[in-house]
């Protein structure tokens, strides 16, 4: 099962920690406030790029401090599913897209994000790049495989990780589950202590 995080040829399909860090370092780093915050929603929230295209002012919640997605992949169903978030990205997201001043207008807010797809996975691609990052593991899916696996390492709860990564079968969740990376590496140390 846990191979459908690796390619064909055993490459990972998800970004480390410390590919992680260096990620979020050189988005931390553009100067356009949206693509900071962008970047940021895809690697906290472990989201697909649409869902976080998707996003308007109305689906942060500031004070249960989460983001509200609607769901793709729900086979014509409608659903939402609200993922947690730490304090630094919902400050981000109020700074750089005043969510609380366009939470008060009346009128429908328009997406927090300008772009269409492509141009996003573009975004990406280039940051994963700027980055040192290489391989199949330097897109969106990436972020949202590497998310999958934090998620399963400090959780160890599959319900909970199936719920916010949105998938509608658990099947596709328990791929996460199974120990890879450090987390393998320090149950085999284990055994020999």
């Known amino acids: 099962m846990a191979s459908e995080l690796f390619t064909i040829d055993g490459k990972r399909k998800y970004l480390s920690f410390e590919e992680l860090e260096r990620f979020l370092k050189i988005a931390g780093a553009q100067e356009r406030g949206e693509l900071r915050t962008f970047c940021l929603v895809l690697a906290y929230t472990g989201c697909r ?42 400050d981000a997201l109020e700074l750089v897209h005043g969510i609380r001043k366009a939470q008060r207008v009346k009128k429908r807010a328009g997406a927090l994000f300008p772009w269409k797809y492509n141009q996003a996975y573009k975004l990406v691609k280039r940051i994963m790049k700027e980055a ?21 390492e400090k959780t160890r709860n599959p319900r909970l990780v199936q719920k916010w990564l949105g998938h509608t079968s658990l099947e596709n969740t328990l791929i996460y589950m199974d120990a890879i990376g450090q987390e393998e590496r320090k149950a085999a140390l284990s055994m020999w202590e």
């Open 132 to 152: 040192g990052i290489e391989g199949t593991q330097a897109t969106a899916k990436g972020l949202r495989h590497g998310f999958g696996v934090r998620a399963a």
């Open 49 to 90: 790029p649409m869902e976080a295209l998707a996003l308007t002012a109305e689906n942060i919640d500031l004070s249960e401090k989460t983001i509200i997605f609607k769901t793709l992949k729900q086979r014509h169903k409608t659903k939402f599913r609200a993922i947690p978030i730490p304090d630094h990205v919902i």
